[in-house]
């Protein structure tokens, strides 16, 4: 779409992440938001008001009849986003499209298809790459700070609820069933990250993992999938393994101004290591990078640390992609890759045994 003056921007969805969504649309000189679509109305036209946007709608036909819409952000939850990416992109929109993509890798496949149809763009947006400290710690891998990266571990504590953001029944709801979410709240909609972090950080791919994933009763139907771990392996030589521990502290206080989740990442080198010790949460006071090598430690402590400021950046991505003309950050290639790490996870831990990603890959999805 290069040659385009501006970006204008639809949300479709204005529920609790929409507050952070929006950042990069209203931060970006050439981007605007214009329309919003929520099927609650009051909703949607609160978030019109609120953004400067012209229209507000409660049905997604409206908004996609909407000539002033280049691009859709679509922010419904997980078992709507097939028929609303594929809806947009037959209308001849620009599509973003949350993490987790879709629930299914058939779902992703016919939206990738009609993607490819329409001749539209098509990003899935996965925040944490666009996190300045993930970046900051990629770059020092890539330029060979610790050596060969030899193991990814990643770390997330649940905390207490009702700390940090509130999160309403509504949003949590769809969340909890596995029918409209895709997997469980923790391990396959937040999983979504930590798989993409865990591929990102080794340049192989994941050949086989292994999850135990509990589940800790919360209420009257309402369970967390959480404490679990999940462990993997990389292809080909050296032998690499990485490993993602969640632990349901749900007395304890989780210092954050947005989900109370303290997500910490070790990437261990053949010379030395790097730390990300913060992300969605803030628990302790220390720098947001700290990189070991040659028996000195160096912290980085000049960069923005702010959770939000990863949904900004994002946005900002998507816009310059698409007056640009170029690709967005994540590839739909990329995205499918991570479903199958998260869909294999889940797998692992319902048939209590290790399995190959090919088995997702191949397309027997079960
Ligand atoms: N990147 C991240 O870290 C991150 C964090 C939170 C949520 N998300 C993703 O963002 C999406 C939304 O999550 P959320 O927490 O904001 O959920 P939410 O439940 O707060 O918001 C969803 C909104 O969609 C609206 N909606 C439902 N059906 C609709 C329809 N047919 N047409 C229009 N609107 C409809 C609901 O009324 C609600 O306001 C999900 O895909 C989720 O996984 C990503």
Redesign the pocket.
């Known amino acids: 779409m290069s040659g385009a003056e501006r970006i204008r921007v639809g949300f479709?969805?204005?529920?609790?992440?929409?507050d952070?969504?929006c950042l990069g649309y209203l931060a970006h000189p050439r981007a605007e938001i214009v329309a919003v679509?929520?099927?609650?109305r009051a909703?949607?036209e609160r978030r019109a008001a609120e953004w400067g946007a012209g229209a507000a709608y409660?049905?997604?036909e409206d908004l996609l009849d909407d000539p002033a819409v280049d691009a859709v952000e679509?922010?419904?939850?997980?078992h709507?986003?097939e028929a609303?990416a594929r809806a947009a992109l037959a209308a001849g929109k620009h599509v973003s499209?949350?993490?987790?993509p879709t629930r299914t890798l058939a779902e992703l496949d016919r939206i990738a298809a009609a993607a490819r149809e329409s001749g539209r763009v098509l990003r899935v947006?996965?925040?944490?790459m666009h996190y300045a400290p993930h970046e900051k710690a990629l770059e020092l891998v890539e330029s060979g700070a610790i050596g060969t990266p030899l193991s990814v571990r990643l770390k997330t504590a649940a905390g207490r609820f009702g700390d940090g953001w509130e999160?309403?029944p509504?949003?949590?709801?769809?969340?909890l069933d596995l029918e409209t979410?895709g997997g469980g709240p923790t391990t396959f909609?937040?999983g979504?990250?930590c798989y993409h972090v865990a591929q990102r950080f080794v340049p192989a791919p994941v050949e086989r993992v292994h999850a135990f994933i509990h589940w800790t009763k919360l209420g009257d139907n309402a369970w967390i999938d959480g404490p679990a771990l999940v462990s993997w392996r990389y292809a080909g030589d050296p032998t690499r393994y990485g490993s993602w521990e969640v632990i349901a502290s749900l007395g304890m206080r989780v210092r954050s101004k947005y989900?109370v989740s303290d997500d910490r990442l070790e990437i261990h080198g053949s010379e030395g290591i790097v730390w990300v010790n913060r992300c969605?949460g803030k628990l302790l006071d220390e720098p947001p990078v700290v990189l070991y090598r040659e028996g000195e430690t160096r912290a980085f402590h000049d960069l923005e640390a702010d959770w939000a400021d990863s949904?900004r950046r994002g946005g900002v991505d998507f816009v310059d992609a698409l007056l640009e003309g170029r690709a967005p950050a994540q590839t739909l290639d990329d995205a499918r890759e991570t479903l199958v790490f998260a869909l294999a996870a889940g797998r692992s831990a319902r048939e209590c045994r290790e399995v190959a990603l090919d088995e997702l890959r191949d397309g027997r999805e079960g």
Request: proline share 4%; with cysteine.
């Open positions: 479709v969805g204005c529920g609790r992440i929409a952070l969504q679509c929520d099927v609650d909703l949607a409660d049905r997604l679509i922010l419904t939850p997980h709507l986003h609303h499209l949350q993490k987790p947006f996965e925040n944490f999160v309403g509504a949003t949590q709801a769809w969340r979410c909609d937040h979504y990250h989900y969605t949904f």
